[in-house]
């Protein structure tokens, strides 16, 4: 079956350090990948996008690559901040298909 | 910048009952999309939603649940008989293009259903 894993349920850093999360998938082949953010009690919010034909994407602090071998897409945040703790959700979309499927998120703190 | 609107922000409901969730996606998208997640867990997907028909389901997605948008703005999810396991947060979410055309999903923030 179709799988989906964030690897850390949670992942606790200190201030200015790299955070890096990490997204595996098994039996798909994604036309492309999305990382979103979710605060509690709210909505995911699209942070990056990234195609199957793209080794890495950046976008301010932010940075995302893909692996299409591995099957696996790593997150980075480089000189993190209290501000980013939130939990982190990779989604998929398959390429005969519409929908977007999301894995169960990392949860990341950022200590002071 | 222009934001989905979701209401209520919570709607408490006794099984049995129906229940209709309202949303507004952003005024120029043409994709509509109802996800849900129950407390802990993760984002589910229920339903897209094009051009006044049903592009895609899940199997969550059963005869107990209907979608319309019964006008120019507003995307409803109408739930016909509530189960206790219907308690979740629902996101509404839209896109300008078909999620397939790499298309980011923008999202509501949610109403929380407990069902009783």
Known sequence: ?112 | EPEVTQTPSHQVTQMGQEVILRCVPISNHLYFYWYRQILGQKVEFLVSFYNNEISEKSEIFDDQFSVERPDGSNFTLKIRSTKLEDSAMYFCASSFKDAGRNSPLHFGNGTRLTVT
Do not use: M
Not at chain 1, 51 to 77: G, P
């Open chain 1, 1 to 112: 079956s179709q799988k989906i894993e964030q690897n850390s349920e949670a992942l606790n850093i200190q201030e200015g350090k790299t955070a890096t999360l990490t997204c595996n998938y098994t039996n798909y082949s994604p036309a492309y990948l999305q990382w979103y953010r979710q605060d509690p009690g709210r909505g995911p919010v699209f942070l990056l996008l990234i195609r199957e034909n793209e080794k890495e994407k950046r976008k301010e602090r932010l940075k995302v690559t893909f692996d299409t071998t591995l099957k696996q897409s790593l997150f980075h945040i480089t000189a993190s901040q209290p501000a980013d703790s939130a939990t982190y959700l990779c989604a998929l979309r398959r390429s005969s298909a519409s929908k977007i499927i999301f894995g169960s998120g990392t949860r990341l703190s950022i200590r002071p």
